[in-house]
């Protein structure tokens, strides 16, 4: 078992900043990849931003640019640097991590935490 615990959300006027971060403890290995998502009331879940094991990142083109995740192996934590934040940003974000169980996989999920930008 994976325990997730996302921080760093909050209230940011547009064009502001925020990182998100996201703890990870428990049974940390053989990790495949770790993600962002966020989730807007009446919407789906969607992704925003992935690393592979290897290192390998992808983002969602509107967050291209602006977002960069990156993590620590030391800290076991993964970051979302967000950058030049708009209105359409504002969503609950969901650390997710997916892990190589030998014959499946384990999809674990962070509480959720809330970034809402607003002037």
């Known amino acids: 078992q994976v325990q997730l615990v996302e921080s760093g959300g909050g209230l940011v006027q547009p064009g502001g900043s925020l990182r998100l971060s996201c703890e990870a403890s428990?049974?940390?290995?053989?990790?495949?990849?770790m993600a962002w998502y966020r989730q807007v009331p009446g919407k789906e879940r969607e992704l925003v931003a992935s690393?592979?094991?290897?290192?390998?990142?992808s983002y969602l083109d509107s967050v291209k640019g602006r977002f960069t995740i990156s993590r620590d192996g030391a800290k076991n934590t993964l970051y979302l640097q967000m950058t030049n934040l708009k209105f359409e940003d504002t969503a609950v974000y969901y650390c997710?991590?997916?892990?190589?169980?030998?014959?499946?996989?384990?999809?674990?999920w962070g509480q959720g935490t809330q970034v809402t930008v607003s002037s």
């Open positions: 997710y991590v997916r892990q190589d169980h030998g014959v499946g996989y384990g999809d674990y």
């Open positions: 428990g049974s940390i290995f053989n990790i495949i990849s």
């Open positions: 690393i592979l094991s290897y290192g390998r990142t």
